[in-house]
């Protein structure tokens, strides 16, 4: 891949992130962060500090729908494939902003497990259609089972840890589609959705990470930038790409 080809894959990405479309995620995000402040401490467990946290994935999720109803870039319906795809990965935000909202209680944190555990099998089924080859996607493997061996030693609620096992599998093979998304066919979309889940496994490593080897004060404020970030990313990658879908 040339130089040329890849500054004008960032020149399309970053004309892809300035979309007025993308506005309401963008004012809601930053509405969230200044209103309960997560980098500086851990929000009340309120309905209100749910509701907020969760809005902007509800934006993401509708802009989603809003491309699977009416059609591609081209001004020509989705294909059949494309259109599975996009309704998988809506569910997968969905179930996202269901975990959102139960992370905000401590009570309900193996519940928001659960929830993300359902996004990721969402989100890797939508990026099944966008697989041919993967070589390098599986780095991957030794990542996750780096991971699990943290867990495995940190986690001594043998239930929670079983759905945290279950999660680290399918977020890491979420990751290995989208890496393998990119080395099937390299593009700007393919870019987006191959940084948004490496991003979004940076966010929950540091949920782990802050949740049960070692707690640092600006945890929240890392976690919630990098995980709207992900969602960004993978939605506009989600929402763009120009290959050829298949069912």
Not at 105 to 128: D, E, I, N
Not at 132 to 149: D, E, M
Not at 219 to 242: C, D, R, S
């Amino acid at each position: 891949m040339g130089k040329s080809s890849v500054k004008n894959m960032l020149q399309e990405i970053l004309t892809e992130l300035r979309q007025p479309t993308l506005l309401p995620f963008y004012m809601t995000s930053l509405l969230y962060l200044w209103v309960y402040s997560p980098h500086i401490e851990r929000p009340q467990e309120l309905l209100s500090v749910a509701i907020l946290k969760a809005l902007p994935i509800w934006t993401l999720a509708f802009k989603v729908y809003l491309s699977s109803s009416g059609g591609n870039n081209s001004g020509k319906p989705n294909a059949p494939g494309a259109d599975v795809a996009l309704t998988l990965f809506l569910g997968g935000l969905l179930m996202s902003s269901v975990g959102d909202v139960c992370l905000v209680y401590t009570k309900f944190f193996p519940v928001g497990v659960l929830a993300f555990a359902f996004a990721q099998f969402c989100y890797l089924l939508s990026m099944r259609q966008l697989f041919k080859r993967g070589s390098f996607a599986w780095i991957v493997l030794p990542l996750g089972f780096t991971n699990l061996l943290l867990m495995v030693t940190s986690i001594h609620d043998y239930v929670l840890l079983t759905e945290v096992v279950v999660y680290l599998a399918l977020i890491h093979t979420m990751l290995f589609m989208a890496i393998a998304s990119f080395e099937s066919n390299p593009s700007a979309p393919t870019v987006c959705i191959m940084a948004g889940a490496a991003i979004f496994t940076v966010s929950d490593f540091t949920i782990a990470v802050n949740s049960w080897v070692w707690k640092f004060g600006c945890a929240e404020g890392v976690i919630l930038f990098t995980y709207y970030i992900a969602q960004l990313l993978l939605t506009v990658g989600m929402t763009k790409a120009k290959i050829p879908w298949r069912l």
